[in-house]
């Protein structure tokens, strides 16, 4: 018996110092508390001062919770490969400008060449050669293919890049001066040669430090590709930033700082957080398409621009050839100045002011005044038409141009304060409020309707002056016949006007004629 239980304690002997530790433990931890979490809590403090103590990096002194100058002596090695390069990148985050670098830093001489026809100067010249709808085709033609050039490869290649430029920047503008100054107040800023003398110091001091850090530095890609990001950063500023070599060996000792989770185990240790994680703010942004994106909205203002100025240049010409020089000022309430209320509350306001504004131009100053006296008066009056047919349609067209000069002058006096859409849009917009959305869209609609009585009118007008025009090319060429066809008492009607009538109708015809011109630019609009 007794050489069995011998036998039977020296089979058992390895499971029982296997379990042994954890069973003392579990009693332990039920004479002693062990659920406690406080106790927990001081014992792995405890565990992680023996840890940091025993430390290779002796950055950090657990008994007294002191940052020892070997952590200075790491943020000043940092810095003199670094510090340099904060200057330059001060205002890296103000524009797309370095986006935009990273993804042509890439290009080939394909992209380069198809990226140079989207400038303002090479659609310019494309414009001067062929019509607007070729130009928007072309360069459409021109996009698709430039889009197609960015495989997949390529745009992953570019977004990693630009991810690992912006931990770089980050790390670059953390303020290592405010750091160092804790351990060396003599020290001077941006003095990379100097020969700091680091003291001993109380780690509260750099507690929230090497949290912001660790958020920082820890992203560092040890094992990716930085030649690509300085090739970027010396076409962003045209100069090296920083020294390859110490670059090298700076990713080198951050990752060795990183794995060795010493800076870690400093916070940890110095707010009492055996359980604290640290942040790491890793960049990941997708650049390539947003570039693409404002690529094709640049090139489209671009066209617009381009539509805008050459559109203005024709309405000066049209509207010089009718009014002349003097600056024309009709309207008096649906004004560009009267919108000043509505673009306040972001709404667009009155849309055809321009071209009501030349319409009761044209039919206060000329049309009732000399169109009138020559067409109404002589032609349509006192001529003697062959059949009644045209000289019908040009007088009903006539009449319908005069009425809307009636309502036109109707409708602007309407619109002022005291008139009655000037008192209801007036009313609309004061019971606007912020997020009073009923309100708003009452003020949208009545807006609306406004802009649609002033843009029939327009419409209307043009229309019928496409008819008088029409027909008053007619009557020209009927004057010029040796045998008259549609207007038979020539000679009684050059009396009655007190210019040749030919001259004035020729006249009033190019008039008429400039002025339709000038309506369908704002229709197309």
């Known amino acids: 018996m007794a050489g069995q239980e011998g036998s039977s304690g020296a089979a058992d002997s390895t499971a029982s110092k296997r379990q042994l530790p954890g069973v003392l433990d579990k009693l332990l931890s039920i004479f002693m508390g062990g659920d406690d979490p406080e106790r927990e809590k001081r014992r792995l403090l405890k565990l992680l001062g023996k840890s940091l103590a025993k430390s290779r990096q002796k950055y950090y002194r ?27 990148l001060q205002h890296a985050d103000e524009s797309s400008g370095l986006r935009d670098i990273a993804v042509e830093g890439f290009f080939t001489e394909e992209q380069v060449k198809l990226k140079e026809q989207f400038s303002e100067e090479a659609i310019r010249e494309l414009t001067d050669k062929l019509d607007p709808k070729e130009v928007s085709s072309r360069l459409k033609d021109v996009m698709v293919q430039f889009f197609s050039t960015f495989d997949t490869a390529t745009v992953r290649t570019i977004n990693g890049t630009h991810d690992r430029l912006r931990t770089f920047i980050n790390l670059v503008r953390f303020d290592y001066y405010f750091v160092l100054k804790k351990f060396d107040a003599a020290l001077q800023e941006g003095n990379y040669t100097a020969k700091p003398k680091f003291e001993t110091i109380n780690g509260d001091y750099v507690g929230e430090d090497l949290k ?12 990716g590709e930085w030649e690509p990001v300085f090739h970027v950063l010396n076409l962003y500023r045209g100069v090296d930033m920083v020294s390859r070599p110490a670059w090298k060996k700076l990713v ?24 604290y994680k ?35 240049r024709k309405i000066d010409q049209m509207a010089h050839a ?49 169109v009138r006296e020559l067409v109404r008066d002589i032609l349509l009056v006192r001529g003697q038409w062959s059949t009644n047919i045209m000289s019908q349609q040009m007088s009903e067209a ?6 809307i000069s009636d309502q036109l ?6 619109l002022a304060e005291e008139g009655e859409l000037g008192a209801k849009l007036k009313k609309a917009v004061g019971r606007i409020v912020e997020r009073d959305k009923a309100s708003a869209n009452q003020l949208r609609q009545l807006l609306q309707e406004v802009n649609e009585e002033a843009k029939k009118m327009v419409n209307e007008s043009a229309q019928n002056l496409i008819v008088m025009a029409k027909h ?9 016949r040796d045998e008259h066809e549609v207007i038979l008492n020539w000679k009684q009607l050059e009396p009655m006007s007190e210019a040749p009538i030919k001259q004035r109708m020729v006249d009033m015809y190019k008039q008429i004629y400039y002025f339709i011109q000038l309506m369908q630019i704002y229709a197309k609009k």
């Open 62 to 88: 657990p008994k007294g919770e002191q940052a020892l100058p070997a952590l200075g002596k790491l943020f000043f090695d940092i810095y003199k490969v670094v510090g340099p390069a904060q200057t330059l």
């Open 212 to 223: 912001d850090f660790i958020e920082i530095a820890y992203a560092i890609d040890a094992e």
């Open 252 to 275: 080198a000792t951050i990752d060795e700082v990183r794995k060795s989770n010493v800076l870690v185990s400093i916070i940890q240790h110095i707010d009492d957080d055996p359980f």
């Open 278 to 312: 640290p942040t790491i703010r890793v960049t990941r942004e997708r650049i390539v398409e947003p570039y693409l994106n404002r690529l094709k909205t640049t090139t489209e203002a671009t066209l617009q621009k381009i539509g805008n100025e050459r559109r203005k």
């Open 322 to 370: 009718v009014f002349g020089t003097q600056p024309v000022v009709r309207a008096k309430h649906y004004t560009e100045k009267a919108n000043l209320v509505y673009s306040k509350r972001m709404l667009a306001g009155f849309i055809h002011t321009e071209s009501i504004n030349y319409l009761k131009a044209f039919l206060l100053d000329y049309f009732k005044k000399d």
């Open 398 to 403: 006539f009449h319908q141009v005069l009425t």
């Open 409 to 414: 002058v109707k409708f602007d006096d309407s």
């Open 472 to 480: 008053l090319k007619t009557v020209i060429d009927d004057y010029d």
